[in-house]
């Protein structure tokens, strides 16, 4: 390419992956415009919940508490007839799913995103992509206009059609199912129980989740019914619920009423040389379980501080990499549980439903049983352990998620541990009384955050140190003190994570960016809770 680029990184699409990657870089210091061929926010409510792990992740920015002034918590998941999932049990500062339509998640993390100078421009159409060892050239047009954009990156994050991963030539296998879901946002006569409540039988299955102001998202898949174009009826909707209930719940005043197919597809690679890929446009799977937005965002959340630290030239070997590494299992397991789960939902023999129905039912009968059905299906249990990898034995392990702990700091009021990872980088505790280690990564400019905590965390018992990633997952656990070498092993985690030695400015703009994020968050919550009052 003869020019520069002329920003670090362009994202391609403003959906909650786009925008929640968008307030990434920009929180790390890196330059980024997002490039949306929507002329305007959806007002639809598309996905709606973000599952307790997805709000722990948004927390760590600053995110969560205008998406919770803006949601609808509901603590209990009934997956069948007699059989539930209570999310209340679950040690997190988010025990529930936070029911809040895609449009109002977007509206928060877009304004998330201009706050911290992120450029949005809608109403722009990708067309052209060109890469080469320097950066990525764009083709775009709008308003009758056609000019080129450049980029170090470009990431596509523009959903199951993504014009992105097509101009980059990455294939994108699986299939399509037989069955043609009906989506509904009505009220309801006579409503099913205040939970989300999946249920199943004669080759049908229905989803329902109040989301508040007395509307429901229902969802109704048969395999009597294939694909169609024609219009989804209220009468049509009402018949099909019927069936599937055994009575009829009344539906009236819908708000949205549509068809759609179910895919299951994940793309060959999530990165090719300068493009990258994200959410929908990396991976598709029956919407059953609602995690298609929580897997995007938190794809986002995971590769916004590797591409950061790509870009501003500090990244150790295989950093970036590791995105597809950590990330595609993930996808690959929910592509997995989903079909599953779609299948024998939709199954016309009556004997696998009774099956299914007790089988569940006994299991979840036991409290073992539901904490950790509801840790896997809120996201609490995800990680990124791997065979081999260093670091202390329970109860932290490398790749775990680290719980918001409350930190004490010597000379300071203790604070929650996710308040302090507010800017993107890394956090360093150290619990050690003499404070050697969080003057080791001064070497590392800003690109560690030091705490010295100076006492034991009942939360942590036999650590000494613990180095976690701008993500909250844990990079390095050091067990209790043993002879000499602490300094060494920290260094060792800290070449292995953060690159080489460095001075502050190498990540300059992030203090900065932070210091936005936090004015914004204060201006935020204020409107939010005005609008759910």
Not at 83 to 88: H, I, L, M, P
Not at 251 to 275: C, M, N, S, T
Not at 378 to 383: A, D, E, M, T, V
Not at 470 to 478: F, I, L, N, Q, R
Request: charged residues 25%; hydrophobic residues 40%.
């Amino acid at each position: 390419m003869a020019n520069a680029p002329e920003q670090s990184v362009i994202v391609v699409g403003a959906g909650p992956t786009g925008l929640a990657l968008a307030c990434e870089l920009a929180a790390a210091g890196v330059s980024c415009t997002v490039l949306e061929r929507r002329l305007a926010p959806s007002t639809q409510s598309r996905a709606m919940g973000l599952y307790s792990r997805t709000m722990e992740v948004l927390d760590l920015r600053g995110h969560a508490d205008a998406l919770v002034a803006l949601g609808r918590p509901v603590s209990r998941m009934v997956p069948a007839r007699g059989a539930r999932v209570d999310f209340a049990e679950l040690d997190t500062r988010f025990p529930y799913l936070n029911v809040i339509p895609q449009s109002r998640t977007e509206q928060v993390l877009q304004q998330r995103a201009l706050d911290l100078g992120v450029t949005i421009e809608r109403g722009t159409e990708v067309f052209g992509l060109t890469q080469d060892g320097s950066g990525v050239t764009l083709q775009v047009r709008a308003g009758g206009g056609e000019w080129e954009e450049s980029a170090d990156f470009v990431v596509g994050c523009d959903g199951a059609h993504s014009v992105v991963r097509e101009l980059a030539g990455i294939a994108f296998r699986g299939r399509t199912y037989d069955i043609a879901p009906v989506l509904a946002d009505v009220r309801l006569r006579k409503p099913p129980p205040d939970d989300v409540l999946i249920v199943s039988g004669g080759g049908g299955v229905v989803v329902s989740v109040p989301y508040g102001d007395g509307l429901y998202r229902v969802a109704v898949a048969r395999r009597d019914r294939p694909w169609t174009r024609e219009p989804v009826t209220l009468d049509e909707l009402s018949e099909v619920l019927t069936r599937a209930l055994g009575f009829d719940p009344g539906p009236y005043e819908p708000e949205w009423l549509a068809r759609f197919k179910i895919h299951q597809r994940i793309a060959d690679q999530y990165r090719i040389g300068r493009v990258l890929l994200a959410g929908d446009a990396a991976h598709l799977h029956s919407p059953l379980g609602g995690q298609g937005l929580n897997l995007g965002i938190q794809d986002a959340v995971n590769l916004g501080w590797k591409l950061a630290a790509e870009v501003q030239g500090w990244a150790p070997v295989g950093l970036l990499d590791s995105y597809e590494v950590e990330r595609r299992p993930q996808a690959e397991r929910i592509l997995r549980a989903t079909d599953r789960a779609t299948r024998a939902a939709t199954s016309a023999s009556a004997g696998v439903t009774a099956v299914r129905r007790a089988v569940l039912a006994k299991a979840l009968s036991y409290r073992r049983v539901r904490k950790v059905a509801g840790e896997t299906i809120s996201g609490l249990r995800n990680g990124y352990v791997r065979r081999g990898a260093p670091g202390g034995g329970p109860p932290v392990r490398v790749g775990q998620r680290v719980p918001d702990l409350t930190v004490p700091r010597l000379g300071a009021s203790p604070v929650r541990l996710y308040s302090l990872m507010r800017d993107g980088r890394f956090l360093l505790l150290d619990l050690a009384e003499d404070g050697r280690r969080a003057a080791v990564t001064e070497a590392w400019g800003s690109r560690v955050s030091p705490v010295r905590v100076g006492v034991p965390v009942p939360e942590l018992p036999g650590v000494s140190a613990l180095l976690v990633r701008p993500d909250g997952y844990t990079a390095w656990v050091d067990g209790p003190e043993g002879p000499g070498g602490r300094e060494e092993r920290l260094r060792r985690a800290l070449h292995q994570w953060c690159g080489v030695e460095g001075p502050a400015s190498v990540v300059a703009g992030a203090a900065e960016a932070a210091e936005a994020a936090g004015a914004a968050e204060g201006r935020s919550q204020e409107p939010a809770g005005a609008e759910q009052a």
